[in-house]
């Protein structure tokens, strides 16, 4: 009784070895893959800020007031003065379209499920 005890013993031993160097293995390649992609990120970032400095350098207001002197004949933009702005209610919005109604449903509770005479069909 007693080797089989020990045999039991050794056999959930081995196989707990077995499971926690799995889960060793399994837990280093998390961490390997969250090192790869938090340098991925940090590389993201990275790219994402010099956008911004390019994006910042590329619209500096004198800039971009040059290339509208440089472009003007091409396309005639000109500075923004108040009379061309206007209030909300003066924009023409277009009227909303007329929608026949076909095959009309009754969808009352007061008379549901009965005909116009009053009666049940």
């Given at each position: ?8 013993t050794c ?17 280093q ?10 340098r991925?990120?940090g ?7 010099v ?7 590329l619209n ?5 007031r ?8 091409s396309?005639g933009?000109?500075p923004?003065?108040p ?5 909300v ?5 277009p009227?909303?379209p ?5 095959n ?11 005909n ?6």
């Amino acid at each position: 009784m007693k080797t089989l005890l020990y045999a039991a013993t050794c056999l959930a031993v081995f196989g707990l070895a077995f499971w926690a160097y799995r889960e060793n293995y399994a837990t280093q390649q998390v961490l390997k893959d969250t090192r790869a992609l938090q340098r991925e990120i940090g590389a993201a970032q990275v790219r994402l800020s010099v956008l911004r400095a390019e994006w910042a350098y590329l619209n500096r207001p004198q800039r971009l007031r040059d290339l509208a002197d440089i472009n003007f004949d091409s396309l005639g933009l000109l500075p923004l003065r108040p009379d061309q702005f206007g209030r909300v209610d003066e924009v023409s919005y277009p009227a909303p379209p007329e929608l026949e109604i076909t095959n009309e449903v009754e969808v009352s509770g007061l008379n549901a499920g009965q005909n116009s005479d009053g009666s049940q069909p």
